[in-house]
């Protein structure tokens, strides 16, 4: 039973087919909720199965559901999201999970490709460096969303993911938005392809969970808008130059 002085936490243990199991964790001051699975794996259970990597909020590896919602635990301190001194700790949704906390990221990872979310350059080394004017509508609109460090935490908040697992997601869609933005990219007519798939932007439902839980503050929500009028300039006005 906990108290003040310990947290009731539920674990997701095992692969799809899991279940949850229960700690008995000490509270702490300052405590973050992976130093709650920390403390469960090196004291209570070595079997533990999570990700971490910098603990200081740059990396996005230590991503988990925390009480119902896709979360850095490392910045996550349990005194903000603890309910009557419990947690309930699982893996990431919409992803496949490998055992316990960990997930597979191979899907998530694909559908970047599949939005062509990776800058195709149109020059080489032996040409000159192209002056980009950070102040321009393409620059700015390209910085405000080019923060993205593939946590997933969008991909797992994202319900049209969950209802249509082909779906490109906000991440990939986020960063297709960025390279539609950059005069350098010169992979644009694919990539108009990829957002206008059965697979593309269309699918956003606008419930802005993405941009609600983005720990790093971006706004998908906003980036697929701004594919969603591109793909209506292309359908109803020929394709851009």
Known sequence: MAN??????????GAEDGRFESFEVPARDSQTVLDVVSH?????????????ACRVGMCGSCAMTVNGRPRWTCRTHVSRVARNGRLT????RNLPVIKDLACDMTPFFDKWQQARAVFDPSTTRDDPVAAITPDSPKRREASAAIECINCAVCYAACDSVTWNPDYLGPAALNRAWTLVN??????QRARRAAIM???????????????????????????IAGLKRLAMKNLFGGEPS
């Open 182 to 187: 950059d005069q350098r990219d010169a992979d």
């Open 197 to 223: 798939s059965d697979a593309g932007c269309g699918n956003c439902h606008s419930h802005q969970s993405c941009t609600e839980l983005c720990p790093n503050e971006l706004n998908p929500t906003r980036s």
């Open 89 to 92: 700790i699982a893996p990431l």
């Open 4 to 13: 003040d002085k310990t947290l009731n936490v539920e674990v997701w243990r």
């Open 40 to 52: 469960i794996q090196r004291h209570l259970d070595e079997t533990l199965t999570y990700r971490f």
